[in-house]
């Protein structure tokens, strides 16, 4: 089928700092290689060269990369913005709110939509949603609007930018279909943004590599007097239970002393997290190497000999299929979309810090519990693949374009 | 003449219930779930009584009595009996109405339905024993013929249990063992001199076992006459026709509301229509026909899955890692002379503990989510390994009291 997709982004590995890079980036190769046309849109920062882009996707012969100046970048609060827009000189100030950039965003695709020949608008997440729904009022062509996350699972609980949730509701009632990354997702969709729930489609994330080549163990020395490794890869957010990691660091350290608790990461709660460690007595057990990637990344979840993800709500939670195939085994909070996908892996409430002791501790004891998780979730991350969240895709615009 | 051999397993482990880390050393009951879970054993007892014992043997002794020519053969395993003794005497009592017919076989097997015989031939002896003493004690009957946990069978077991004075034993009617021959004759398993083999035939046992229920089998529905016409059909190219199945089948796999028990209750009937059938017990089958050929089987094979082997047992490295430590265990413990800890270990070694570890989620995956009371395969294996840490505690602190 020649279909052409009109995609709204806003980051791409290298130049990610999250799952959202990774997931539209993943998606984007799939399509192309099912003789997809995208032509994806992607804010770019300033400063930053646009060829970039252009040079890394250089293979991909069904993408074409359209570049709008701006400021965006998707996790920054309110705050943070202000504070780069600050850094970056302000040369290219267009508004000083988050949300004037969103607007000025839409501004622009407008332009882009009515210069470009597509057949539907793919948008990613509520900073393009108006983006898209400019797109869509201008083209009149239908609209994916893909969640990838929520206000509901940013908050933890803890309240919501009543702004932010106006746009992704918005977008999601104007949107045509709604590709929800897990039934997690979905549920907060129909549930607190009140969308119909045969409008809303689950396409899970995959991953593209389930068997990474050994690198050589980076953390060796911790590891050569018997002691054990237990991961966290994340930003270190509320959202992403990081207070539950040191809780249960606490407990593990209680019965098995020789264990090193791993932060890969960065975020708001960082500091909170190394003052409750040394509150605990237990910073001496924690390691923060900061933000990695790539073969770093890699070898850090290949030293592991379990990766956790305690997340309060996680949309979907790519790093558990990372570690999986680096071959270390996980243990994923129930209250994520990734756990609906896998099934050779360790699972519990996020706040049941019992029960994750209980299961760490018998991975630690356990050499063989550790290998099978190891060798059948590897099996079984390697039929999660993007190639089947693109089919999804490809099914949702021949539905809307059906209709 | 084509003789149906009817032979029902019945079975109930004591399953582990739930049992963590912080246990360990605090709590030596480790069968006596009483919550509302899948690992309460006594509620389980209660529920496949009421759908599948008591109405099925009320079927069955019905026609016991109507039918003098109908005959079955049932294995009791003793781990199921003592249980019944505990939570349900009275559905022991129509189990003995059954015995008291004269028209019904007990078999012998392991009282713990254990692997035993694969990891201490010692042991396996002790067990076989002390099924026949239960059964004497409970039936005043003494079996004369064997059939082994799961149909496990090789020449080895043969032989084994020829030394053991059987008449004969069972095991699957599997492709690669039957090769161009049918199941529907007596067989000699190779290296024996008198004991004799009955095989599945495998096809119309699950006919009844699985597919009686299936909308979209071409031959649903089942029904008594049509099944007979198939038993007639054996005639002249066989001697028996022999139905294997689980007990559950009737009104547990196969639900009162597919017609399970009516088609039971019509069959004799339809069967005997035809003067050239009748019904045999194991041992009358053994005795009666003459032995068509021998079967050699070197390596063990069972009536499990698709492939017939010990995978379902013994496929992942938790599952080996389980079974070797428990019969790690096996020297100091009977060393105990303590009955609790003995009968523990026992209980440990019923071989559903290991089925609950099974990790083959690709073909007959379904089947065995659905027979296990845990979450998961490691869920099972990390309560299995905590309760035999305890037991390994529990074994140590006798031993030293002792000393």
Known sequence: MNLSVLMFGWEFPPYNSGGLGTACEGLTRALSDKEVKTIFVLPKKVGVNADFVDFRFANLQNVKFEAVPGLLYPYVTAEGYLKALAESGGNDIYGLSLLEEVRLYALRAKAIAKREKFDVIHAHDWLTYPAGMMAQEVSDKPMVAHVHATEFDRGGGNGINSDVYKIEKEGMERADKIAAVSQWTKNIVTYQYGIPANKVHVVHNGIDVAYKPRFPDRLAKLKADGNKIILFVGRITLQKGPDYFVKVAKRVLEYSPKTYFVMVGSGDMEGQVMQTAAYLGISDRFIFPGFLRGRELDQMYQSADLYILPSVSEPFGITPLESIANGTPVLVSKQSGVSEVLSHALKADFWDIDEMTNQILAVLNHPTLQETLSQYGQLEVGRITWSEAANKCLTLYQQILRA | ?403
Request: glycine share 4%.
């Open chain 2, 1 to 403: 003449m084509a003789s149906v051999c009817f032979y029902f397993q019945v079975h109930q482990p004591r399953r582990v219930k739930k049992y963590r880390v912080f246990d360990i050393g605090n709590d030596p009951h480790y069968f006596n779930d009483e919550g509302d879970n899948k690992t309460n054993n006594k509620k389980i007892i209660d529920k496949v009584a009421e759908k599948c014992y008591l109405p099925a043997n009320k079927v069955i002794l019905e026609l016991l009595q109507k039918y003098p020519k109908f005959k079955v053969t049932y294995s009791l395993s003793g781990i199921f009996l003592e249980q019944l003794e505990e939570y349900a005497p009275h559905v022991l009592d129509s189990f003995r109405e059954l015995v008291k017919t004269g028209q019904v076989e007990l078999l012998n097997e392991t009282y713990y339905h254990s692997l035993s015989y694969l990891y201490s031939p010692a042991e396996f002896r002790r067990q076989v024993r002390m099924h026949r003493k239960k059964i004497l004690d409970l039936f005043d009957y003494e079996p004369e013929s064997f059939r082994h946990t799961e149909l496990i069978y090789n020449n080895n077991l043969a032989k084994e249990i020829e030394d053991l004075g059987f008449q004969a034993i069972l095991a699957e009617g599997a492709d690669h063992i039957l090769g161009w021959r049918n199941p529907n004759f007596v067989y000699k398993p190779k290296g024996v001199s008198n004991l004799k083999l009955l095989l599945k035939n495998y096809k119309m046992s699950d006919d009844v076992a699985f597919r009686f229920s299936e909308k979209s089998w071409s031959e649903w529905p089942l029904t008594a006459p049509k099944f007979s016409q198939w038993v007639n059909a054996v005639n002249g190219n066989g001697n028996l026709v022999n139905l294997f199945m689980d007990y559950e089948t009737f009104g547990e796999h196969q639900w009162s509301d597919t017609g399970i028990f009516d088609f039971l209750r019509a069959l004799p009937e339809e069967v005997l229509k035809n003067p050239d059938n009748d019904f045999v017990t194991v041992t009358e089958a053994a005795r009666r026909y003459p032995v068509m050929d021998e079967i050699d089987a070197p390596h063990f094979y069972s009536w499990a899955d698709t492939e017939r082997d010990l995978s379902a047992w013994l496929s992942n490295p938790m599952q080996h890692d389980a079974a070797r430590k428990l019969y790690e265990l096996e020297e100091s413990v009977l060393k105990t002379k303590d009955e609790n800890l003995i009968n523990s270990w026992r209980r440990l070694g019923t071989s559903d503990h290991l089925y609950y570890m099974c990790t083959k989620w690709w073909s007959d995956g379904d089947v065995h989510k659905y027979f296990s009371p845990y979450d998961s395969p490691y869920d099972a294996f990390i309560s299995y390994m905590n309760v035999l840490q305890d037991l390994q505690l529990r074994i140590k602190e006798k031993l030293n009291a002792d000393v």
